[in-house]
């Protein structure tokens, strides 16, 4: 292929990370992308300089200017825990302080990590939404680690619990950023079958390619409920203005995604300019490129966080489309025709090399060596490939970690072992299945405290669930984001049992997101005075909201209805629980849920119970401590 102009021009070495991820005394994770393949050299503080080689990182060319650098170095000597520890990445003998200078704090040479001991404090949040209005709590990240110096004052990682992108609902001017990186870096084509285009490359062209993607589909009345499902599932009148106008299709367009998410390198190699659009559409996109510019303009606070704080990641639903695997049905849609099949895939196994790798890299030995088989001398994807990489990681059952840590932490893949409805097809199916709740009892056995992570909150608010279980009964669960614990019967005893367990932990908090506000419920087992205690502790948006006036209405309803003696408490799955809310600090008289996009933070006693309980919100207020009321209030 003769080269393009923008191939004569130079490129940066790295486009983004990197990204430090799974961190042990004696195993180092990072992930990077770089414009070529580099090679690289870590270098430690107090250990020295490691090559890294073909067996410490590994390369998947995603285009002819971009390549996904997973590097997995193993020490000899454990690394200390509770100390900073300087490291640096050198290319060609410069390091990030000429590379990345943005990634260093102050005048830091370069940047550093803590392995800490304990986990006695974590931050954590999900739904990372650019172009949504509210300022980026990635940012509260960036300043907290700015103003904390001391090594064991620092959190222990940054837990992201889904939504760490949008694919399914992506503003005009980022699709258009997309479209223009994809050009520049030479990411890979791909062609299609099932849509109404015949590849990528006529996609990108297409007029309906910005905020009419639904009308990609086939023109047949058979495809109908395709569209339902698929494209137009994203739209909740009642509960979220989401919409799939701009849907994600190929694996060049998640990948793009990611780049511009994560980095504001790739924003300094792209110009993109507005397509043709109607004066409405055009109106539309003008405002949402104010709201990118100002993500964009964050960029840099953000990359610097990642790489110096351990983020561990794992999915929800947005992540690859919205409403993913929520019944039976839904499943029996998507994944029976090839071109929606296809549109999952592509953003999971994007999600593979950006996000699931570095949780647990032995996981994926297998199904990575596969990845470097997609691309070949070609700027075409090879399809028979791609298809069997997507229909392996559709069944692929190891996305869920454990971390030995201490107290243990135990993250949840919600998604993928769904336990379905045999009653109902159109039913919510249960967020474990069976086997999987097995599993999850099997991991927590013996330990004395445990942290789990579960995208959807565990207990959540009980009017919002009594509403989407309304909505469900009348055959429509798409409308309500009909997606909780308690909406499958099976799958809510199951986990409420394992709560109960003698020989499972004493102590449990449940870190959660996905709901787009904020709350904390204290969970005691009634008439049991040994306990255990479970904390549900539910973080806000990191860069979304709920709407303001419908969710001061559902909090004042809730209370109301579902205040301790009311009656209506003994018709729910968690009759046998004393749920008590947490107050927010700053929030009106009696109101229980905390509407600010932001951050959460938790920290620990050395019992593995929650201490101090905060969100940082993004909008510059004061971080709002969740406050433990009196439990005498709530009767057993």
Partial sequence: MPPTPDDLIPLPAVLAGPLLRRLEPT????????????????????????????????????????????????????????????????????????????????????????????????????????????????????????????????????????????????????????????????????????????????????????????????????????????????????????????????????????????????????????????????????????????????????????????CLMIFDDHDVTDDWNLSAQWEETAYGHPFSKRIIGNALLAYLLCQGWGNNPDAFAGVLEKTRLLSSTSQYLDSAIQDDLIDELLSFQNWHYVLPTTPALVVLDTRTRRWRSEMNLKQPSGLLDWEALSELQQDLLDHPSAIIVSPAPIFGVKLIETVQKVFSWCGYPLLVDAENWMSHRGAAQVILNIFRHSRTPGNYVVLSGDVHYSFVYEVLIRHRKAGPRIWQITSSGIKNEFPRALLEWFDRLNRWLYSPRSPLNWLTKRRRMRIVPHIPEHAEAGERLWNSAGIGQVLFNEKGQPREIYQHNSNGAEKTRMLAPDLADYPD
């Fill in 27 to 310: 195993r180092l994770v990072l992930w990077l992308v770089g414009t070529r393949q580099l090679s690289l050299t870590l270098r430690l503080h107090d250990v020295g300089d490691i090559p890294l080689g073909a067996e410490q990182c590994t390369v998947i060319p995603v285009g002819r200017r971009a390549f996904i650098h997973l590097i997995e170095v193993t020490l000899q000597s454990a690394l200390p825990c509770d100390t900073l520890i300087n490291y640096d990445l050198l290319i060609d003998n410069k390091g990030i302080a000429d590379w990345a200078p943005h990634l260093r704090y102050g005048n830091a040479a370069s940047p550093n990590f803590v392995l800490r001991s304990t986990i006695d404090q974590l931050l954590h949040g999900s739904c990372r939404k650019p172009h949504h209005p509210a300022a980026d709590g990635l940012l509260c990240v960036d300043r907290l680690l700015a103003a904390e110096h001391v090594a064991t004052e620092r959190p222990a990682l940054l837990m992201m619990s889904g939504d760490q992108v949008y694919a399914d609902d992506v503003a005009g001017p980022m699709l258009r950023a997309i479209h223009a990186l994809i050009q520049r870096l030479g990411l890979f084509d791909e062609h299609l079958e099932g849509a109404v285009v015949s590849d990528s490359a006529r996609l990108y062209e297409h007029p309906a390619s910005y905020y009419h993607r639904a009308d990609l589909l086939p023109a047949l009345e058979s495809n109908e409920t395709l569209r339902e499902r698929f494209f137009g599932g994203a739209r909740k009148p009642i509960f979220t203005s989401s919409s799939a106008d701009n849907h994600l299709v190929t694996f060049a367009e998640v990948m793009a995604m990611y780049l511009l998410v994560w980095s504001p390198t790739p924003w300094t190699l792209i110009d993109p300019k507005p397509p043709a659009l109607t004066a409405e559409r055009l109106e539309r996109y003008a405002l949402e490129q104010t709201r990118i510019d100002a993500f964009k303009a964050g960029l840099c606070g953000v990359g610097r966080a990642m790489a110096h704080l351990p």
